[in-house]
Antibody, heavy 123, light 108 residues
Framework: QVQLVQSGAEVKKPGASVKVSCKAS????????LHWVRQAPGQGLQCMGWINPDSGATYYAQKFQGRVTMTGDMSINTAYLELSSLTSDDTAVYYCARGGITPSGPKFGNEYWGQGTLVTVSS | EIVLTQSPGTLSLSPGERATLSCRAS???????LAWYQQKPGQAPRLLIYGASSRATGIPDRFSGSGSGTDFTLTISRLEPEDFAVYYC?????????FGQGTKVEIK
């Protein structure tokens, strides 16, 4: 069965960087886009962008451009989200979620999600 | 970037009642690439509906989606106790895949 398993909670100081991992199993890792979505405490869902694990192509939402890097390692079926220059506003649960078929196949929304990784930014 | 506005913000209903949730887009959603998700506290979102009206795998038939263009609706025909949650719509027609702000369905 399809599973996305994320790394554990992180506590970071303002100005630091954080790297969250998302290990995929149960499907061909390079066959689907991988999206990152975050949710601040008590707030809604915010799309951060996506990566095509096959080509390495990425899309970053404007709000995060310059601070976010999404990468993938095909050898271990794992995607990574790195966010730099953290502030308290970045305190949130970060989710990875599977997207459509690469490179331009059908898409059905985000059918599979990781369990989420809480990132707390505090001095 | 398409902006999705959901209404109402909160819906107070009793088990067995019908729930109607609205999602309005700032511009037409291409090819009806509109999805609905359910989220319970402490859990990841769960895909309910994609393509505006197709139920995802394992979703009960009391959940239905409709609409096109800029106006979409999620209907829960008879609320079960496990349906009380927050619901989000999402445009996945073009990047970024934006979400509405959510509608909370609470027990009256």
């Amino acid at each position: 069965q399809v599973q996305l398993v994320q790394s554990g909670a992180e506590v970071k100081k303002p100005g630091a960087s954080v790297k969250v991992s998302c290990k995929a199993s149960g499907y061909t890792f390079t066959g689907y886009f991988l999206h990152w979505v975050r949710q601040a405490p008590g707030q809604g869902l915010q799309c951060m962008g996506w990566i095509n694990p096959d080509s390495g192509a990425t899309y970053y939402a404007q709000k995060f451009q310059g601070r976010v890097t999404m990468t993938g390692d095909m050898s271990i079926n794992t995607a990574y989200l790195e966010l730099s220059s953290l502030t308290s506003d970045d305190t949130a649960v970060y989710y990875c979620a599977r997207g459509g078929i690469t490179p331009s196949g059908p898409k059905f929304g985000n059918e599979y999600w990781g369990q989420g990784t809480l990132v707390t930014v505090s001095s | 970037e398409i902006v999705l506005t959901q209404s109402p913000g909160t819906l107070s209903l009793s088990p067995g009642e019908r729930a109607t949730l609205s999602c309005r887009a700032s511009q037409s959603v291409s090819s009806s690439y509109l999805a609905w998700y359910q989220q319970k506290p402490g859990q990841a979102p769960r895909l309910l509906i994609y393509g505006a009206s197709s139920r995802a795998t394992g979703i009960p038939d009391r959940f239905s989606g409709s609409g096109s263009g800029t106006d979409f609706t999620l209907t829960i025909s008879r609320l079960e106790p496990e349906d009380f949650a927050v619901y989000y719509c999402q445009d996945y027609g073009s990047s970024p895949w934006t979400f509405g702000q959510g509608t909370k369905v609470e027990i009256k």
